[in-house]
């Protein structure tokens, strides 16, 4: 497969599978929703960032070793669904703003570096990730592959996730669609918190197979 082929098949994939409701959307849209634009930006930077890991370890083939290890997917699992319930129960304590001025102070409660963190581990911690890239890998990936066309499948990729939660970030920034979410701002945060934590447990439930 050459280059544009391999380019445009991952396109198709990744585009459907970064749309996909997940963990990662989930914490975009509560970190815009509640801390502001900037936070769902610096947040989807570092889920883009987070693909880092799982396309270096899938290049060199560790994803087919983790995933046919039940130890390792087993650590896995614990590490994301265990940050899945620590995301869920920050959110679950999200208190309503009393004034409208104290708006402002809740739009910078996250530094940039620790939203991008928290993308980061978001998405590098997700137990899914190892068999999804595997797949993905398997199908565009030869052993005759030269670095430069690996490294340029995983930039795409990131490219194409930051793009994505860019665009879902300038959605729910908008000041119409904003405003609507402000007066319920915390019950919004609640809810995306339970949906975390309701991830977290499937996620540490579900049989490996």
């Not at 082929?5 to 970190?31: K, M, N």
């Not at 908008?174 to 701002?185: A, D, E, T, Y």
Request: charged share 10%; net charge positive.
């Amino acid at each position: 497969m050459d280059l544009l082929q391999g380019l445009l098949l991952i396109t198709c994939i990744h585009i459907l599978a970064a749309a996909s409701p997940g963990p990662d959307f989930i914490l975009v849209s509560q970190q815009t929703l509640t801390n502001g634009k900037k936070a769902g930006l610096m947040c989807s930077i570092g889920i883009a960032l987070g693909l880092s890991i799982h396309i270096v370890y899938s290049a060199f083939g560790l994803a087919a070793v983790i995933v046919n290890s039940a130890n390792a997917l087993w650590v896995i699992k614990i590490l994301g669904g265990g940050y899945l319930l620590y995301l869920g129960v920050k959110g679950l304590g999200s208190k309503p703003i009393s004034h409208p001025e104290d708006q402002n102070v809740k739009v910078i409660k996250y530094s940039a570096k620790k939203s991008i963190g928290m993308g980061f581990l978001c998405n590098a911690l997700n137990p899914k990730a190892p068999i999804y890239f595997l797949s993905l890998f398997t199908v565009v990936l030869s052993p005759d592959m030269p670095v430069y066309q690996i490294a340029i499948y995983g930039i795409w990729m990131m490219v194409i996730q930051l793009a994505w939660f860019s665009t879902v970030v300038g959605v729910l920034s908008r000041p119409r669609v904003n405003q609507h979410f402000k007066k319920f701002g915390h019950w919004i945060d609640r809810i995306l918190g339970g949906a975390m934590i309701a991830l977290g447990i499937k996620v540490i439930a579900t049989r490996s197979n």
